[in-house]
């Protein structure tokens, strides 16, 4: 059955009835602010919203305002009629008592508020939430000097290293030696035979706790520092001296004066597991990136490589490893070698005395991006942590360090006080001091990179431990 009339009309009834839809583009739960319509007195703690202020019937002079509406009018109506001057004299009169030099028929019983936020205030809290830069003072001298006695003379070595546990390795002729930076304190490690040394390099184990140490008759130390421990002694790696080390977790990657750079795992008894072969001469400088897939080294023969984990292990089972770039831009040695923290893909290098020059790579290409002569031989190369600087150390003939701005390569600071060429570099934890020894065998510590705005947080342990346990095994 069909519904009837009154049906139809209760349904009208209802969609008015129903609920007005939400306007789109509002908060939830909130509405438009609307002023009050009443004249009463206005609460002068209550809050004001929006800008406007409504003035008030009781802060009025009503007397006034009607004078002041209809006197002007009047003279308007009878522009010639004639005005007495006692009537004058009148109109006079009242104006004074009235007017009392008030001119405004509109008053306000207290100063409108001020809005509670402006684009004035929000610029104001947009500068002040980005303060100015502030210029870094870099001290122009060493903070601290320690003497070197027995320090070897030689740039193809790699004598210095500063461990995550704040703790600064040198080698001073056959004898390696523990400075504490927490406490100031200097230890003897080990001092090895005439035959074996002296020590041609140390480098410290991510974990800050073991130290490899590699010498002139090719065997590669490990050590237990905590411990004063051998752990154990690699044999048969090398031909001739290990100038070079650098660490990837638990593979030790050692160069040496025969041109080869091999891959050790320490946890397992045949430790070699990669040999890489692109050198003809000494291999002086080994460097991995932060994220462990690429290693750079670089040789007396004047040449750079990359070489790429994924590759070396593609190449691996047809007995041969192929570089991924094999650079010759430089005209000398290649020792100096450095990962930029910010760009992954970003390598430093610097050339001897013949080429003077700072280069920088794109290693995923290998195309050269910048070239720099510093009129010296580049030593050694530190990246700064915090900011987007490059820290260098030369030989003849300032024997200085040279902080550069990246990537302008503007000269920011040339720090002086080395007397011969400062063959070493190492960069504390927490990236703020440098410590640098010199052929003049004296060891100096610079606060060149500034304190950082940040305490960077404490790195996590857990992928370093496990790396020795196996020794005991070994041995």
Known sequence: MDAGPNSISSKKSVSRRAAAPRP???????????????????????????????????????????????????????????????????????????????????????????????????????????????????????????????????????????????VLSIALGSTVYLWDASSGSTSELVTVDEDYGPVTSVSWAPDGRHIAVGLNSSDVQLWDTTSNRLLRTLRGVHELRVGSLAWNNSILTTGGMDGKIVNNDVRIRNSAVQTYHGHEQEVCGLKWSGSGQQLAS??????????????????????RTQWLHRLQDHLAAVKALAWCPFQSNLLASGGGGGDRCIKFWN??????????????????????????????????????????????????????????????????????????????ETLRFWNVFGTPEAAPKAAAKASHTGIFNSFNHIR
């Open 24 to 166: 789109a583009l509002q908060e939830a739960g909130s509405r438009p602010y609307m002023p009050p319509l009443s004249s009463g007195p206005r609460n002068p703690s209550a809050k004001c919203y929006g800008d406007r202020f409504i003035p008030e019937r009781s802060a009025m002079d009503m007397d006034l305002a009607h004078y002041l509406l209809t006197e002007p009018r009047k003279d308007k109506e009878n522009p010639a009629a004639a005005v007495s001057p006692a009537k004058e004299a009148y109109r006079r009169l009242l104006a004074e008592k009235l007017l009392n030099n008030r001119t405004r028929i509109l008053a306000f019983r207290n100063k409108p508020p001020e809005p509670e936020n402006t684009l004035a205030d929000f610029r104001s809290d947009a500068v002040q939430a980005k303060p100015a830069k502030q210029r870094r003072h870099i001290p122009q001298s060493s903070e601290r000097t320690l003497d070197a006695p027995e320090l070897v003379d030689d740039y193809y070595l790699n004598l210095l290293d500063w461990g995550s546990s704040n």
């Open 298 to 319: 670089g040789g007396n023969d004047n040449l750079l490589h990359i070489w790429d984990v994924s590759m070396s292990s593609s190449v691996q089972s047809a007995g």
């Open 363 to 440: 290693t995923h290409t290998g195309a050269c991006l910048n070239s720099v002569d510093t009129g010296s031989q580049v030593c050694a190369l530190l990246w700064n942590k915090n900011e987007r600087e490059l820290l260098s150390s030369h030989g003849f003939t300032q024997n200085q360090l040279t902080l550069w701005k990246y990537p302008s390569m503007v000269k920011m600071a040339e720090l002086n006080g080395h007397t011969s060429r400062v063959l070493f570099m190492a960069q504390s934890p927490d990236g703020c001091t440098v410590a640098s020894a010199a052929a003049d």
